[in-house]
Structure formats: structure tokens, C-alpha cells
């Protein structure tokens, strides 16, 4: 898997767009990013799927459950762990690996005669998770010229909301109609084809050097990762506290019924891609102003929903200000360590995935609590105000030393 085939992909960067940048390039871009769409697509199949697959496997709803948490804890060790251990290995063997591991998880999960099988599935896909969002960002970056690095990078990103639009409800229609194993094997198989892709297109990408454990240690002595590794703890805490009880929200607090609820979260998917790419505009010219833009839109949409009443335009304003924010998140917050740790690019990618899934962890939890003791409306009103204090720690502290902007001292 280390060495790519050159003829087909040599015709295609003869081929180049207005930026200079050759069709092969972004290609290989573009198999990253379905990469990303089959991970997040595999990471939440059982979410749809989750009673049917614990009937199958003779086990309850809640131990079931672990399929969900299990990757999002590994995923939190993985990415540093990851870093450390690819050494100087090309990033393009880095990514076709992780690629294939994502294809085995699909197929042991597909044939699990078991659920401990089933567990041991979704602990590679953990492995895979945390490898992603450690590697996907700056790998995609090295393909491209600087001029398109934002694009290349919103690109990637998007997988999650096309997955969140797409290929969660896609894998629970054919659980439906054709049983768990079907979605997990289909999945398989479209992760397959990307890692052919990958294997035909993706150039040799080699690190500047190794990273070492104490490497892991440079975002935490710079600045503005620290403000972007602070920012991420309460931004991402109040989304999930939040997005937890999503559908909850529309059931119980605006009223509506099956039929619209499905659309609104359909609604809701598609507004967080449209967001992706209004943020990887955004992050081109400002890291922190798509942060506080995001941070600002979220907060809105969650403080909102307490007041706006019932209703079906109630509730799709609501939506529609989440989901852009929700698209927003993940490319102003990548961008941000990527420029503020621009020398140790990986290391900052590994933090943050650690500090997302802490961070979803404890919104996750929180939200449960709220929820039960004080109710739905209240839990919103907790989760905006946690986004509010990211949104402050944005523009208090998020401006580079010197005055100088981020973009500009990062790069």
C-alpha cells in the first residue's frame, strides 16, 4: 500500500483550475472526504439500527448501546497515541491504513456472530475515528496550493453533515429493509472503493519529522491553541448537551409530529453542509471571526428555542440557525489549531479530537442531567449559556499577539 499508481493520476494533473491546482489533486481530496462520510456514516449506524442489532445479538437496548460510546472514548486516546506511532511514516500510508481498518470494522461488524465481536468492531472503528481527525485536515492540506488549503479542508469536513444528511438515514432505511448486517456490509463496500481510490490517487505525503510524545506538549504552551483547546471544552459541551435532545426538543416543546420531525432533521443535516463551506470561506480570511460566527449563530439557535413558542416556522428557524452553526464548528475550529500550532499541525489535530470527545462527553452527561431534574427548555438555556462563554473567551482572548491576526501569524 505505499506506492501509488502514477499513470492515470499523471494524466489527471495535466488537468488544472483557475487556482492552478491539478484535477488529481483534488480527487484525492475528494476520496479523503468520502472517507470521512463512510467513518461518521459507520460511527452512527447503530444508532438507527440500535434495538434490531440488539436483538440480533441477544443483548438489551443499554448494553447496546456501548457501540456508541466505546468508539468516542477510544477515539479521545487514539489520536495522540496515532501521532506518536506513525513516526515518520508517508501520511499517504497513514491514510490508506486507516481507510482499511474502516472497511474491516464494517465487515466484522456485518458478520459479528456475537456482540462481544460486535464490540471488538467498533473499538478499530475508534482507532479509525481518532486517526481521521488527527491526519484528514493537514493531509488534505498538503494536497493542495495555499490558496485552496480552506476549500480542501471545508471539503473533507463536510463528510460529517452529507453523512449526518445522507448516510445516517440511508444506512437506517436499509437496516429496515434489508437487516443491520446489510447497512454495515454496504457501508463496507463504499469504504472499500474509497480506499482504492486512495491507493490510485493519494501522493506520497512524508512529515517533516517524527513526532514525539513530548511534541503532544507543544499546543499546550502556545497561546492561541490554548484559547482554541478552552474554546472547544465549552463550545462543544453546550452544542452536544443540546443536540442530545434534539428531537426531544421538537416532540415535546414545539409540538410537531413524525412526519416533521424527520424533515426538520433532513433540514437540519442540510444546513450543516451549506454551513461547511460558508466556513471554509470564512476561515480563509479569519480563524476567529468563523469561530465567533459560529459560537454567536449556535447560542441564538439554543436560546431561541425557549422563547420562539410552537410551531412548525418556530421550530424551522430554530433548526436552520443550528444546523449552519453546527457546519461552521468543526472547519473554524480545525482551522484554528491549524494555524495557531502551524509547526506541529498533527499534534494540534490530535488535541483537539481529545478535546472533542471530552468535551461531547461531558455535554452528553450534563445535558442527562438537566434534562431529568429541571427539563428540556432548561437544559437548552444551560447548553447556550455554556456556548456564550466560548463566544466570550473568543473575543476576549482570541486575537494573536501583537495584534496581528491569526491567519497572518499562522501561516
Known amino acids: 500500500m505505499n506506492a501509488p499508481c502514477t499513470t492515470c493520476a499523471d494524466a489527471l494533473a495535466s488537468e488544472t483550475d483557475s487556482a492552478g491546482t491539478p484535477r488529481s489533486a483534488w480527487l484525492a481530496v475528494g476520496s479523503i472526504a468520502v472517507g470521512t462520510f463512510a467513518m461518521v456514516t459507520t460511527e ?54 486507516l481507510t ?52 480542501a479542508m471545508s471539503l473533507v469536513l463536510a463528510g460529517i453533515s452529507v453523512a449526518t444528511v445522507f448516510g445516517v438515514p440511508a444506512g437506517a432505511l436499509v437496516g429496515n429493509l434489508a437487516g443491520w448486517r446489510a447497512a454495515f456490509g454496504i457501508t463496507g463496500l463504499l469504504a472499500a472503493g474509497v480506499l482504492l ?42 452544542h452536544f448537551g ?38 471554509g470561506s470564512l476561515v480563509a480570511r479569519s480563524v476567529r471571526t468563523a469561530t465567533l460566527l459560529a459560537a454567536g449563530l449556535l447560542a441564538a439557535a439554543l436560546l431561541l428555542s425557549t422563547v420562539a413558542g410552537s410551531g412548525l416556522v418556530a421550530a424551522g428557524a430554530v433548526v436552520v440557525i443550528w444546523g449552519v452553526a453546527f457546519g461552521l464548528i468543526p472547519v473554524a475550529l480545525t482551522g484554528w489549531m491549524l494555524e495557531a500550532v502551524p509547526d506541529a499541525p498533527e499534534a494540534g489535530q490530535a488535541l483537539l479530537v481529545s478535546g472533542f470527545q471530552v468535551a461531547i462527553a461531558s455535554g452528553a452527561l450534563l445535558g442527562g442531567v438537566t434534562v431529568d431534574a429541571y427539563g428540556i427548555s432548561n437544559t437548552m438555556m444551560l447548553s447556550g449559556a455554556l456556548v456564550l462563554v466560548a463566544a466570550a473567551i473568543v473575543a476576549a482572548l482570541g486575537r494573536a499577539p501583537g495584534g496581528v491576526s491569526l491567519a497572518a501569524s499562522g501561516r
Open 44 to 97: 452512527f449506524l447503530p444508532i438507527g439500527l440500535l434495538t434490531d442489532i440488539g436483538a440480533g445479538l441477544q443483548v438489551s437496548d443499554g448494553t447496546a448501546g456501548l457501540m456508541v460510546t466505546m468508539p468516542g472514548v477510544l477515539a479521545a486516546f487514539a489520536g495522540p497515541a496515532l501521532i506518536v506511532a506513525s513516526g515518520r511514516l508517508d501520511r499517504r500510508t497513514v491514510m490508506v491504513w
Open 242 to 279: 443540546a443536540y442530545t435532545y434534539l428531537k426531544p426538543l421538537l416532540q415535546q416543546v414545539f409540538g410537531l409530529g413524525p412526519g416533521a420531525v424527520t424533515a426538520l432533521l433532513l433540514t437540519y443535516g442540510a444546513a450543516g453542509f451549506v454551513g461547511t463551506f460558508i466556513g
Open 100 to 151: 482499511a481498518l474502516l472497511v474491516a470494522s464494517n465487515v466484522l461488524a456485518a458478520f459479528a456472530p456475537n456482540f462481544a465481536t460486535m464490540l471488538v468492531a467498533r473499538l478499530l472503528l475508534g482507532l479509525c475515528v481518532g486517526g481521521f481527525w488527527t491526519f484528514a485536515p493537514s493531509a488534505a492540506t498538503q494536497l493542495v496550493p495555499a490558496v485552496s488549503q480552506a476549500r
Open 197 to 238: 481510490v486512495q491507493m490510485w490517487l493519494l501522493p506520497a505525503m512524508p512529515p517533516a519529522r517524527a513526532i514525539r510524545p513530548r511534541d503532544l506538549l507543544t499546543p499546550l504552551t502556545r497561546r492561541m491553541a490554548q484559547v482554541g483547546l478552552l474554546t472547544v471544552l465549552f463550545l462543544i459541551a453546550g
